[in-house]
């Protein structure tokens, strides 16, 4: 756990800014073009203030990869090069303690029988190993993406598997066989040379398989099926080989086959992904915005295959990605670019060939559209629907100003035509939310400005009413100041040699916490103490109980840091809490204190106005003045005018 920093563990998987004392980046867990995932390298942990998500190093690994948290060890320590000693370590045994686990080791002993024929097998060499080199690839290439080649038997992969101690029910859930309607077994993969597909942390968990037969009815590639580690819409081919690239460089091309993966990478450009075979989805460009923001399209010189390919990437500037695009003379992709031009070339070119999608794509439609006015306005509007796909203002009214003067269209005409592209877009999204809107404003509203204006208590919205009996924020305050300052010693008038933690207890002796979670931690610290004992955050932070960890790191954590510019610029000085910790201690118990005599305060009088006998009316009318005697001396010191 000292060895597995936060920051490296997280950075694998996530691109990371500094801001002040944390590391930001964007939540890999939900949706977001902002960033709010945030990662506190003294602390060890990641927190993010957007969908909630929190935890530390171990953790990560579990939610990201949906590993126990055995497996989250593992994978840690071979991350780390620490050696893991277990009693099993037979794949047969491993299977059978996880299914899942299981799916994963027969796709690596496939991919490992693959490139062993691709190496050593006479048939491999001959013809695997023979075309990797007749298309030019390096032998370093070769064994960093781990090519292979699958014998052109009906059950090669199958007797090894089995022989090897696999279950043929996990060759068959993986896709690496086929069972046919007789109930025989047989490889999927036959007679083709092999690219396994690696997810974020380079484990096998799907194939291509190119065949190298010129027999028009088989399939040039063969890909595995979707399974339960394998989904084509969330994998990217080259990621795990490309993801500290593209981290590095802050851009990431995209191309569209394996080959063209392994030409770019060859020729030193490494930040290089492709699509996997399929059509670009949501989740691959939202993987991609994980490390970078900007996205470099290289494009087949096929103009048909580039006109295709335009209709699709609307979708990349709505998840608000930068996009330039390459394309290659003469009907080339960047395979046989890179091959003909060599490596150095072929970085100069695509270096300064890129353009911004929008212009290119005006471009490349204008000219198909010639001098047809039709086809021009139809163009216009296609281009200006591109453009209301940007959610970045200041990026879209550049855009349209280059447009204005591209298309010849007046700037105001194609402003207008964004606007009521985006109005519709916003009329049909509202439609649909309408309901969650009006139930989202009426808690924005809030409850009225009086509590007490109400002679019935029933007439009290019910959202007034619990705002009324929860004390959770100022009990999740008092929390966080146990976190952050518990362990310190009290250095005040007449206080000395005392923990900050056990003052706070003392003073809340006589205080109950309502707060579930709140409770559960107030009373693990106070038994702590009792015990002679001093709690530490990580305790909290680490608790097995996934539930006060997510608390403790919650109020461990802020999504909000001090700018230098309020000194620097404005010359406006504001305090930091621990310069009079004194006041933030004390304050954080009044202000708990406080909320707790007026809750009482408004049940007092509810139960005065519900009481009809005179004489108990004044009984709690006496007791409501000596607690609204109490609040007062609490204000005082929290320096509040009470009005009422």
Known sequence: MDTARIEEVVGDFVALK????????????????????????????????????????VHFVMDHEKYSYPEALKFLANKYNIEVE?????????????????????????SAFFANELWTGDEGRAIGLS?????????????????????????????GAVAAGHKEDYLEKTGLAIRNDKGKLYDRFRGRVMFPIHNFTGRVIGFGGRTLKTDKNVPKYVNSPESEIYHKSNVLYGLYQAKKAIRETDNCYLVEGYADVLSVHQAGVENVVASSGTSLTTEQIRMIGRFTENVTILYDG?????????????????????????????????????HRVGAGEFRKYIENNRKDFILYKANTLLAEAGTDPIKRAGIIRDIVE?????PDDIKASIFIRECSGLLQVEERILLSELNKMRAARFKKASSS????????????????????????????????????????????????????FGHELVNWDKIDNMYIGSFIMQNLSDVTFDNKLCKKIIDTYREEIEDGHLPVANQFIKSNNREIADLAITLSTSPYMLSENWYNKHKIYVRDETVNLKATILGGIFHLKKRKVDRMLFNLLNEIKAEIDPVNQEILMQRYSFIKGVEREISKFLGSVILK
């Open 131 to 159: 075309y990797f080199k007749e298309r030019g690839f390096r032998e370093d290439i070769v064994k960093k993406f781990q090519l292979g080649y699958s014998p052109d038997v009906w059950d090669a992969l199958i007797q």
């Open 86 to 110: 277990e009693t099993v370590q037979s794949p047969q045994n491993i299977e059978l303690q996880n299914a899942r686990e299981s799916l994963y080791i027969v796709s690596e002993y496939a």
């Open 386 to 390: 591109s453009i209301s796909k940007i």
């Open 18 to 57: 500094k801001r002040g004392t944390s590391l930001i980046g964007n939540c890999p867990f939900h949706n977001e073009k902002t960033p709010s995932f945030h990662v506190s390298v003294t602390k060890g942990i990641y927190k993010c203030f957007g969908c909630g998500k929190g935890g530390d190093s």
């Open 302 to 338: 096929d103009a048909a295959g580039i006109k295709a390919s335009l209709r699709g990437l609307d979708m990349i500037l709505e998840e608000g990605l930068n996009v330039k695009v390459v394309s290659f003379p003469d009907g080339h992709d960047p395979d046989s670019y890179m």
């Open 433 to 484: 939310n309408t309901v969650s809107q009006q139930k989202q404003q009426q808690l924005q509203d809030g409850p009225p400005d009086n509590l007490f204006e109400s002679q019935d208590s029933s007439a009290i919205p019910e959202e007034t009413k619990q705002e009324a009996d929860d004390d959770s924020l100022q009990e999740q305050e008092i929390v966080r100041l146990l976190l952050a």
